[in-house]
């Protein structure tokens, strides 16, 4: 069974960078791609970026040039860092395995306020 | 970008009965490849969200027969037959065919 849980701060100050973390347990990361999807208050969803088996990454225009997403296949993780956040960064943010996800983590709750 | 339109936003419905959830692509959803990207999700209160279908109209795993899906190009529908009390929640088309991947605003399903 696959398995994917998010870490990290459930409060950033604004300018500041948010980084999170996503653990998988029962697959590896060097297969198949993982992603970054946030759900604002309300319910708009926005798909954040992926990276993929093999390491390469794509990204939403939205976010421009504030958005990295790395991994470490000795641990199985990937990570999101998103910088110079902003209130309206205040959101639910998921990791997630497969472009469709078929495979969510619980999600973690950041808010971005001074 | 894609901007996938679901009507209703909001759904009151009776245990029981049918109901259909419309999402309408600004674009056409068939690549190039043959695949239509095209999936549909239920988040309850207080959970992840869940894939209930994938490419259209294949089940997940684990979920109920009564949910199904249809469509094609442009046009693709949700349908619960016979809804039951677990069914409330949101749910979201998501489109995968063209980057950046998009989501649905969203239909809020009520239990009356």
Known sequence: EVQLQESGPGLVKPSQSLSLTCSVTGYSITSNYWGWIRKFPGNKMEWMGYISYSGSTSYNPSLKSRISITRDTSKNQFFLQLNSVTTEDTATYYCARGPGPRDWGQGVMVTVSS | ?112
């Open chain 2, 1 to 112: 970008d894609v901007v996938l339109t679901q009507t209703p936003s909001i759904l009151s419905a009776t245990i029981g009965q049918s109901v259909s959830i419309s999402c309408r692509s600004s674009q056409s959803l068939l690549d190039s490849d043959g695949n239509t990207y095209l999936y549909w999700f239920l988040q309850r209160p207080g959970q992840s969200p869940q894939r209930l279908i994938y490419l259209v109209s294949n089940l997940g795993s684990g979920v109920p027969n009564r949910f199904s899906g249809s469509g094609s190009g442009t046009d693709f529908t949700l349908k619960i037959s016979g809804v039951e009390a677990e069914d409330l929640g949101v749910y979201y088309c998501m489109q995968a065919t063209h980057a950046p991947l998009t989501f649905g605003s969203g239909t809020k399903l009520e239990i009356k």
